[in-house]
């Protein structure tokens, strides 16, 4: 919850006046409120970090939300493929990575191990390419398995840090990796960047009825707070994998994969270049599409469950360097496409994506 720009502590009474109204700490309503004495002292007036954030976005053409209601659906992986791609595009892209307690995309960039640099001007990005930059805490972890347990007032401090004091430079586009859910870092990013103008939110959700509950919600969330839903992508939209590359068992589990390509390969040769298809989740319910009718958002398309795409992803490296991840890159391409086109924004070339 917030309060006229600055959010209402977690713990505080009910019918909070909000820590920058003149009452703070005064009214009834603060009676017996941990809170009360800080607020009663505490200076009034907008916060000037805001003006700060404002200045440094100053450089940033577009903003863009990647967000999801359910944990596991592979945000972290939409978000690094994006941004490789927008990158092999020539754009200038910033990835800003605020999943406080779960951040992965240092591994999905391949920048595990790098650390965070001060200059006169701010903290620097670690830089996959010299258009490509990422901000992630998890660079300032000194062991990558350190648990961050943190509360929200901890958290929502550094965003707000990462907004004010990284310099990005000149950015064409700025993806944000948010955790899932629609707590404390969703309202912070939100609030702290309106004032700059956010073009909108990519949500990610997968077929099934227990991720699209959730999603829902997401949508929800960003029709309240007047975020525009650039539209939803549903992951792991069945198993798309070369029929070469399947390995194939028995009745008793004993691997005879060599025996079954041989005897395609000298009977039905042309069946090797086929994609086998298979649904790993029930989407009987008719998954993100029907979801995407029902609420009113664009539907900006599906992408396969590929084991490519995990592949490059776990090596931190685009899916569309692997010629062999034909069928993800193809179809992460057209939804960058769809986005693009939302946005106006014109291709700078067509290399690499």
């Known amino acids: 919850m917030e309060n006229g720009g600055k959010e209402i502590p977690q713990d505080a009474n009910e019918h909070c006046p909000g820590p920058e109204s003149e009452s703070a700490g005064k009214s009834d309503a603060c009676e017996g409120c941990p809170n009360q004495e800080a607020c009663a002292t505490a200076p009034k007036g907008p916060d000037p970090d805001l003006v700060s954030i404002v200045e440094r976005m100053t450089t940033v053409k577009h903003k863009i939300l990647v967000l999801s209601g359910k944990g596991g659906v592979g945000k972290s992986t939409f978000s690094a493929q994006l941004s490789f791609a927008l990158a092999a595009m020539d754009f200038q892209v910033g990835l800003l990575d605020i999943d406080i307690c779960g951040p992965s995309i240092p591994k999905m960039l391949g920048l595990e191990g790098q650390e965070i640099h001060q200059s006169n001007l701010g903290w620097s990005p670690v830089y996959v390419e010299s258009n490509l930059g990422v901000m992630s805490i998890g660079f300032m972890l000194p062991n990558p398995d350190d648990a961050v347990i943190w509360r929200g007032p901890r958290k929502n401090g550094i965003i707000k840090q990462f907004l004010k004091d990284v310099y990005w430079g000149e950015l064409d586009f700025l993806i944000v990796d948010a955790p899932p859910g629609t707590s404390d870092e969703h309202i912070s990013i939100v609030q702290f960047l309106q004032a700059t103008g956010i073009d909108g939110a990519v949500i990610v959700t997968t077929p099934q009825q227990v991720s699209l509950i959730d ?129 106006k924004v014109s291709r700078v070339d067509d290399g690499g994506a």
């Open 215 to 343: 999603v829902r919600k997401e949508v929800s969330f960003c029709k309240k707070v007047g975020l525009q839903v650039l539209g939803v992508v549903e992951n792991m939209s069945g198993l798309s994998q070369p029929l070469s590359e399947l390995r194939f068992l028995d009745g008793e589990q004993k691997d005879v994969t060599e025996l079954v390509i041989a005897s395609m390969r000298e009977k039905v040769p042309e069946m090797l270049n086929l994609v086998a298809f298979s649904e790993v989740f029930d989407s009987s319910g008719g998954g993100g599409a029907k979801m995407c009718m029902d609420m009113g958002v664009p539907f900006l398309g599906k992408v396969p469950l590929d084991p490519r795409l995990c592949k490059a992803a776990e090596e931190g490296r685009s899916c569309f360097d692997d010629s062999k991840c034909r069928v993800s890159a193809t179809a992460l391409k057209a939804i960058m496409e769809k986005i693009l086109s939302q946005l």
